[in-house]
């Protein structure tokens, strides 16, 4: 079983800057590709931004130059730095893991967090 623990949401005023981490525990073999998608009320979830395990890394027109997906390895987390951010960011973030269960499995099992609440609001 694997779990996906996102934490760093909360509320911030127009402009300002938060900071998501997504931790990944549980056991399996290798954390392929991690992302951070988003969820607004009443919208489809949408992709944020994408990061490899080799760190080759994908963003959303609406994040570029905002947003900075990172990750560590050694510590099965990925990140989201989100700055200048605008009250059209205000969403449920969640993060996706592929994981490879086995060092023979031939594909990886997308698993997702629960999600963290951002809210930008004066």
């Known amino acids: 079983q694997v779990q996906l623990v996102e934490s760093g949401g909360g509320l911030v005023q127009p402009g300002g800057s938060l900071r998501l981490s997504c931790a990944a525990s549980?056991?399996?073999?290798?954390?392929?590709?991690m992302g951070w998608y988003r969820q607004a009320p009443g919208k489809q979830r949408e992709l944020v931004a994408t990061i490899t395990r080799g760190g080759s890394t994908n963003y959303a027109d609406s994040v570029k130059g905002r947003f900075t997906i990172s990750r560590d390895n050694a510590k099965n987390t990925v990140y989201l730095q989100m700055n200048s951010l605008k009250p059209e960011d205000t969403a449920v973030y969640y993060c996706?893991?592929?994981?490879?269960?086995?060092?023979?499995?031939?594909?990886?099992?997308?698993?997702w967090g629960q999600g963290t609440q951002v809210t930008v609001s004066s």
């Open positions: 996706k893991a592929e994981i490879l269960s086995t060092s023979y499995s031939a594909f990886t099992t997308p698993w």
């Open positions: 549980g056991s399996f073999f290798r954390i392929n590709a």
